[in-house]
């Protein structure tokens, strides 16, 4: 339903933009939203967006960095991911949220999107 894309690999400083497309619209008026898992530790929020892109939330220590944007034409979902570092290594999934507000938590995402991995080199 979810399908995720653009991750790879990229050195530190650098950027990339994920992609999530909903093959089964149900993003719809829902928020949608990004979290990441990296080796050895739980799934973190990394950001999300409401239903009409007028809300968004990102986790504190990627403001500045991060940009997720959606476009409901393509249902579509993007994270822009700039000055990229080695911690940011991790595997990201989209999601979709029960809300149309926001995905605070992993207990309010309804759906889940397969991963893409990111890793950043040093």
């Known amino acids: 339903q979810l399908q995720a894309s653009g991750g790879g690999l990229v050195q530190a400083g650098g950027s990339l933009r994920l992609s999530c497309v909903d093959s089964?619209?149900?993003?719809?008026?829902?928020?949608v939203g990004w979290f990441r898992q990296a080796p050895g530790k739980e799934r973190e929020f990394v950001a999300s967006?409401?239903?009409?892109?007028?809300?968004?939330n990102y986790a504190d220590s990627l403001k500045g960095r991060f940009t997720i944007s959606r476009d409901r034409v393509k249902n579509t979902v993007y994270l822009q991911m700039d000055s990229l570092k080695p911690e940011d290594t991790a595997t990201y999934y989209c999601?979709?949220?029960?809300?149309?507000?926001?995905?605070?938590?992993?207990?309010?995402?309804?759906?889940w999107g397969q991963g893409t991995q990111v890793t950043v080199s040093s």
């Open positions: 089964r619209r149900t993003f719809s008026n829902n928020a």
């Open positions: 999601a979709s949220g029960r809300s149309s507000l926001g995905i605070p938590t992993l207990s309010d995402v309804r759906y």
């Open positions: 967006i409401s239903w009409n892109g007028g809300r968004t």
